[in-house]
């Protein structure tokens, strides 16, 4: 129980993340064989081994795939563990479905941070050029207190983007998936975004340190 309530962290803190990080759809166990269980309706599917243990959780988001995963070093040697460790493939066609790197997903919120500070800086001179200009076609313009309230309400907007945006950069520095060194009787719990948006059923195979785990889910309907 307790390596399931430090999976379930995940799903509650992602409560910071946007929408299309969210997992709307859950994916079932495709075999009976497999363990699973359930915590507040979500499957936790737990494969055991000598050495280690592993839980994931697979689902679907309105932004692609997202799996949350827990790897437990259950040995006395210590050893890396990375997101090429784990490959997850589509049942019927074997193709392989690539998840995002972590330097790909901290580059591309990077670039969001960037691009609303641009935006909040930019914005309230446009609309002084705008009123400006409205003012020498003879069109109804504001007044310079109502432009400076709009503006400062425009502002106040912007940041409140970026805030949520450095957040949610925070939240994956944290949270998404990267090279860990798992010591003796010590864990890591992280999650991956997968590209695809959709797919029936997937088959999971995570190797730790020489055991491999294997998992079979699918869609529910």
Same mark, same amino acid.
């Given at each position: 129980?307790?390596?399931?309530?430090?999976?379930?962290?995940?799903?509650?803190?992602?409560?910071?993340?946007?929408?299309?990080?969210?997992?709307?759809?859950?994916?079932?166990?495709? @075999?009976?064989?497999?363990?699973?269980?359930?915590?507040?309706?979500?499957?936790?599917?737990?494969?055991?081994?000598?050495?280690?243990?592993?839980? *994931?959780?697979?689902?679907?988001?309105?932004?692609?795939?997202?799996?949350?995963?827990?790897?437990?070093?259950?040995?006395?040697?210590?050893?890396?563990?990375?997101?090429?460790?784990?490959?997850?493939?589509?049942?019927? #066609? @074997?193709?392989?479905?690539?998840?995002?790197?972590?330097?790909?997903?901290?580059?591309?919120?990077?670039?969001?941070?960037?691009?609303?500070?641009?935006?909040?800086?930019?914005?309230?001179?446009?609309?002084?050029?705008?009123?400006?200009?409205?003012?020498?076609?003879?069109?109804?313009?504001?007044?310079?207190?109502?432009?400076?309230?709009?503006?400062?309400?425009?502002?106040?907007?912007?940041?409140?983007?970026?805030?949520?945006?450095?957040?949610?950069? @925070?939240?994956?520095?944290?949270?998404?998936?990267?090279?860990? #060194?798992?010591?003796?009787?010590?864990?890591?719990?992280?999650?991956?975004?997968?590209?695809?948006?959709?797919?029936?059923? *997937?088959?999971?195979? *995570?190797?730790?340190?020489?055991? *491999?785990?294997?998992?079979?889910?699918?869609?529910?309907?």
């Amino acid at each position: 129980m307790k390596k399931l309530l430090l999976l379930t962290l995940i799903i509650i803190s992602s409560q910071i993340l946007k929408a299309q990080y969210q997992i709307l759809k859950y994916y079932e166990p495709a @075999d009976t064989t497999i363990n699973v269980k359930y915590q507040n309706g979500i499957p936790y599917l737990i494969s055991t081994q000598n050495n280690s243990t592993v839980i *994931v959780s697979f689902g679907e988001m309105l932004a692609g795939l997202r799996m949350d995963i827990s790897v437990y070093n259950e040995s006395n040697s210590t050893f890396n563990f990375t997101p090429e460790s784990i490959v997850v493939t589509n049942y019927k #066609t @074997d193709a392989i479905i690539e998840h995002m790197t972590g330097d790909k997903v901290m580059k591309k919120l990077k670039r969001a941070v960037q691009w609303s500070a641009v935006s909040s800086a930019a914005q309230p001179l446009s609309n002084t050029m705008e009123n400006t200009r409205n003012s020498y076609l003879g069109k109804n313009t504001k007044s310079a207190q109502e432009q400076r309230i709009d503006n400062q309400v425009i502002q106040q907007n912007h940041m409140a983007n970026v805030n949520r945006t450095m957040n949610q950069v @925070d939240y994956f520095r944290e949270y998404y998936l990267f090279k860990e #060194t798992l010591e003796p009787e010590k864990s890591i719990t992280g999650f991956l975004i997968f590209k695809k948006k959709k797919v029936n059923e *997937v088959d999971i195979q *995570v190797e730790v340190n020489g055991e *491999v785990h294997n998992f079979s889910l699918t869609r529910k309907k």
